[in-house]
Each structure stands twice: as structure tokens, then as C-alpha cells.
T-cell receptor, first 116, second 113 residues
Framework: AQSVTQLGSHVSVSEGALVLLRCNYS??????LFWYVQYPNQGLQLLLK??????LVKGINGFEAEFKKSETSFHLTKPSAHMSDAAEYFC??????????????FGKGTHLIIQP | DADVTQTPRNRITKTGKRIMLECSQT?????MYWYRQDPGLGLRLIYY???????NKGEISDGYSVSRQAQAKFSLSLESAIPNQTALYFC????????????FGSGTRLTVV
């Protein structure tokens, strides 16, 4: 079984400030971890992924995330927020074993608000 | 053309009506999925298919059925729509290991009145 917890349904930061979106996972087997972004009235776009290579993963639009096994975390960060980052962000997990029987399990999402 | 195409993009239907949402993909993957998104609940898996002859229920399959017509096509049906099936529906496809991430369609916004 697997699950994802995203702390904070809404996060507000000022333009130019650090963005930190928290994700903790629970998985009985080594996981693959993903962050997706959803802009208003659009589908989901893959930001970055962890697939058991480097623990610090860089993605698109200046985002990065670090896999910390001891903390079962995969927090998303960006050094300087831009107005265009305003969107819904989803963390997701799937077993690395590739069975895929559980598909991709999502957190409930974090709505990122950028204050001018 | 998009890797995953969903039709229709928007649909309003009445309670009790049958409705079908269609999905096609050009990624060449065998695995396809249907998810439902509700505000504050994230995305939840309805059904998934690992190949044309393999269909599996997900977390919230009650009230839904699916058909895998071909490797590239996976449709979702609501046999008798009810208002609490009002949601945003996403189709997705993945490689066998899932390590490349899942590719999602643009979604179908369904409203049941």
C-alpha cells in the first residue's frame, strides 16, 4: 500500500521568495516519486521525478526536489517564486518494482498563491 | 497532436443518462488509466488497463465501466450518471515501469444535473 501526504492545501508566498511545498509518502517498497503541476483549466504536467538515481532532482521551470529516505519526504522547492508559478501542485508515488498494480497515488494537492 | 487526447472536453448531462468519455494515446504504451479529480481530494484511480485484455478496478470504480478497444483507446462509461459524479476526469498512459511518469490528457469536465 502507498499513500502521499501534502502538508498545506494552500501555500502563499511573495514574488521572489522561496517556494517550499511539502510531500511525505508511505510505501512498503522503494518508490518512484513525482511532482505534477496543474495550471487553471489545464491537465497535469510533469515537473520532475525521482526514480532511484540522484536524490536531488532538478525539473522544469527552476523547480527541484530532494528525496530523503530517512524522512520519507520529497519536498519541492524553487529559490525565487514567479507570478507564473501560481498553480495546483500534486505529489505522487508509485512502486519502483514496476508492478504498477496501484497505479499512481496522488496527494490531495497544494494550491500555490504568489503575492505580488 | 497531443500524446493523450480526451473527448469531449466539457459535457453537461442529466441524471440517469449514459455517457461515455473517450481517450486515445499515441505514446505506444500498453498501460492506460482513468482518474477522477475533485477539489481537495486530488486524483483518484477509477480503472486501469495493462493491455487490451487486462482491465482492473481502481479505488473508486463503483458506478463506472471501461472498455479497452485497442492499445491506443480506453473509454470510460457512466451507465446511469448521478450528480456526485460531477468532476474532472483524466486519462493517462505510462511505460511498463512507470519510471518515466504518467502522461495525462487535458481532462474532461463532466457536470451531471
Amino acid at each position: 500500500a502507498q499513500s502521499v501526504t501534502q502538508l498545506g492545501s494552500h501555500v502563499s508566498v511573495s514574488e521572489g521568495a522561496l517556494v517550499l511545498l511539502r510531500c511525505n509518502y508511505s510505501s512498503s517498497v522503494p518508490p518512484y516519486l513525482f511532482w505534477y503541476v496543474q495550471y487553471p483549466n489545464q491537465g497535469l504536467q510533469l515537473l520532475l521525478k525521482y526514480t532511484s538515481a540522484a536524490t536531488l532532482v532538478k525539473g522544469i521551470n527552476g523547480f527541484e526536489a530532494e528525496f530523503k529516505k530517512s524522512e520519507t519526504s520529497f519536498h519541492l522547492t524553487k529559490p525565487s517564486a514567479h507570478m507564473s508559478d501560481a498553480a495546483e501542485y500534486f505529489c505522487a508515488v508509485t512502486p519502483a518494482s514496476g508492478g504498477g498494480a496501484d497505479g499512481l497515488t496522488f496527494g490531495k494537492g497544494t494550491h500555490l498563491i504568489i503575492q505580488p | 497532436d497531443a500524446d493523450v487526447t480526451q473527448t469531449p472536453r466539457n459535457r453537461i448531462t442529466k441524471t440517469g443518462k449514459r455517457i461515455m468519455l473517450e481517450c486515445s494515446q499515441t505514446k505506444g504504451h500498453d498501460r492506460m488509466y482513468w482518474y477522477r479529480q475533485d477539489p481537495g481530494l486530488g486524483l483518484r484511480l477509477i480503472y486501469y488497463s495493462f493491455d487490451v485484455k487486462d482491465i482492473n478496478k481502481g479505488e473508486i470504480s463503483d458506478g463506472y465501466s471501461v472498455s479497452r478497444q485497442a492499445q491506443a483507446k480506453f473509454s470510460l462509461s457512466l451507465e446511469s450518471a448521478i450528480p456526485n459524479q460531477t468532476a474532472l476526469y483524466f486519462c493517462a498512459t505510462s511505460d511498463p515501469q512507470g519510471g518515466d511518469g504518467y502522461t495525462f490528457g487535458s481532462g474532461t469536465r463532466l457536470t451531471v444535473v
